[in-house]
């Protein structure tokens, strides 16, 4: 099979000069391949997208309202055959594809509010007949550039509020599982979108850097790693570009001695092992505060084993395979590490069992992990969980605060005065209490801090809204025929 570009509302049937392979994980076999752009191509599309922003800018808000209510039902109504597809591509299993799709649609719901979330402000007589007021305008063409974990969300983070603003959207998906993107741009057609609002660029370095030069693209949302976030941020903004580039994680999870332990080794399997770890919010590390470890262990311990591991279309499956081989290979030199390093691996997943070529790696657990070991330095992105065990709560926060990076984090505690007090003194933009994955709900906005975000603006949200739209303040004199006269003064407001 081949996969194609989308562009002026159809696939792009021209001379493909590189393409790259697409896997099934559980299998191992190769399923299809995707075309990778040239320079050239990206250009071809901002051509496209570009004459296309011109007309859709203007459409009404009511115009762009329904076009995004009618995606809105037509995802709905599509939703197992895209979860398939993630399950096909990425590997996560069908119960997980189906809540992606359903986070993301969230996003969509949130779009269809555009005709509130774009007002302006108006002020009456900031000076006699003067009225001054603010007005919100898209920007043209917008770019996503988006990462292979979440292959329908994380563009849902972008497009649906950049369409709603007005602006045409260039979208280049991650090149491991790029099916989705295409079935949202038919979809999109399928909604009324006008062909050309929405295009779908496929590829991989030399698409991305394509995007960040080309002048006719006035600002970028991208989601990825770490090095990959700060090369999109320093290219695109030294192009010109408003850039907003979300990074790679390690999320801790902070369990003080009074927690309820049940809930809490729930909340960390659950996160720490959904999606075989490949979530930029999976819980990586466990830090077990006083004595907590010995009686917290145990519960997780337990409810490891009961994972079923198995290809993500068989029924009853917890985790699937990791998304490619080589990241397969890459997870696994980590435990090898781990093991050296002198963690105490609890759980070797590694001992999989499962048949085939699939990409699979069971649950791993390591106990006694030191903050300067590399499984706890480095962020794995596969089903390793590391516990470091800390004295006290000043010692976990310490430790938290350190981290280079600060995507998400939770605290797990019965005590509301320690919770409130962590709330207010880590450094980490998104905070769980009682709550493992802390993914902000569409109405507020995502990211997180240090080297997980480069730039000020975090995803969805109004946010995104102020992201993809620039601010115009018009001052009007609409003279009363009473108060005409010559005023030769600078303008000053009376
Ligand atoms: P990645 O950085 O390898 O790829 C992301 C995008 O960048 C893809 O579209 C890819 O084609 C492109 N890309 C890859 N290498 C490039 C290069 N050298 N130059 C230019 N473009 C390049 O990330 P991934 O492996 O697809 O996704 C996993 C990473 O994304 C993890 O680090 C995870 O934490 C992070 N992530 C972060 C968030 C967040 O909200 N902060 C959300 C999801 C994923």
């Not at 392979?21 to 191509?41: I, K, N, S, Y």
């Not at 699939?358 to 480095?378: N, S, T």
């Not at 089903?383 to 004295?391: K, N, S, T």
Request: with cysteine; aromatic share 8%.
């Amino acid at each position: 099979m081949e996969i194609r570009h989308w562009i002026g509302g159809r696939a792009h049937d021209g001379p493909v000069e590189r393409w790259g392979d697409v896997f099934d994980p559980a299998t191992g076999r190769r399923e299809a391949q995707v075309a990778f752009a040239t320079p050239e191509l990206v250009d071809h599309a901002v051509k496209v997208a570009t004459e296309a922003a011109a007309g859709w800018r203007n459409a009404s808000l009511s115009v762009r309202t329904r076009v995004m209510f009618a995606f809105r039902e037509l995802v709905e109504k599509r939703k197992q055959d895209i979860a398939r597809i993630l399950t096909r591509e990425h590997g996560k299993v069908l119960s997980d594809a189906m809540g992606e799709v359903q986070r993301g649609l969230e996003v969509v719901e949130f779009a269809c509010g555009i005709a509130q979330l774009q007002k302006g402000e108006f002020s009456e007589n900031v000076s006699s007949d003067v009225d001054s007021y603010s007005i919100r305008q898209p920007l043209g063409v917008v770019a996503g550039i988006t990462p292979f974990n979440f292959p329908a969300m994380v563009p849902m983070w972008m497009y649906p509020i950049a369409l709603a603003c007005g602006n045409a959207f260039l979208l280049k998906p991650s090149e491991k599982d790029p099916s989705a993107a295409n079935l949202s741009a038919e979809l999109l057609r399928e909604a009324g979108l006008p062909d050309g609002v929405f295009n779908v660029v496929h590829g991989d370095k030399v698409a991305v850097d394509a995007i960040l030069n080309h002048p006719g693209i006035a600002a970028v949302s991208f989601v990825g790693s770490t090095p990959i976030a700060r090369h999109v941020y320093e290219t695109g903004t030294r192009a010109g570009k408003r850039v907003q580039a979300l990074g790679g994680a390690k999320n801790h999870m902070v369990v003080l001695p009074d927690a309820d332990l049940d809930l809490a080794a729930d909340s960390a399997v659950g996160a720490g092992y959904g999606s075989s770890g490949q979530r930029c919010m999976a819980i990586s590390v466990v830090v077990a505060v006083g004595d907590v470890a010995d009686r917290l262990l145990p519960r997780i311990r337990e409810r490891l084993r009961k994972l079923k591991v198995a290809p993500g279309l068989e029924p009853g499956a917890d985790m699937g395979p990791l998304v490619t081989r080589e990241h397969q290979q890459r997870v696994l030199s980590y435990v090898d590490k781990g093991v050296a390093e002198g963690a105490k691996l609890l759980e070797d997943g590694r001992g999989h069992g499962i048949p085939g070529d699939g990409f699979f790696l069971g649950p791993c657990l390591f106990d006694h992990v030191r903050p300067e070991m590399a499984i706890y330095r480095d962020e794995i992105f596969g089903p390793v969980l590391g516990v470091v065990r800390v004295a006290s709560y000043e010692e976990a926060l310490a430790l938290v605060n350190a981290n280079p990076w600060a995507n998400g984090v939770a605290i797990f505690t019965n005590d509301g005065g320690a919770a409130r007090r962590f709330q207010n003194e880590v450094q980490v933009g998104m905070v769980g209490i009682n709550v493992p994955i802390p993914v902000p709900m569409a109405y507020y906005s995502f990211g997180g801090w240090k080297a997980s975000l480069f730039g000020d603006s975090h995803a969805y949200g109004r946010e995104a809204v102020h992201f993809y739209t620039r601010g115009k303040v018009v001052t009007a004199r609409w003279p009363d025929p009473k108060h005409r006269g010559v005023n030769l003064g600078f303008p000053q407001m009376k």
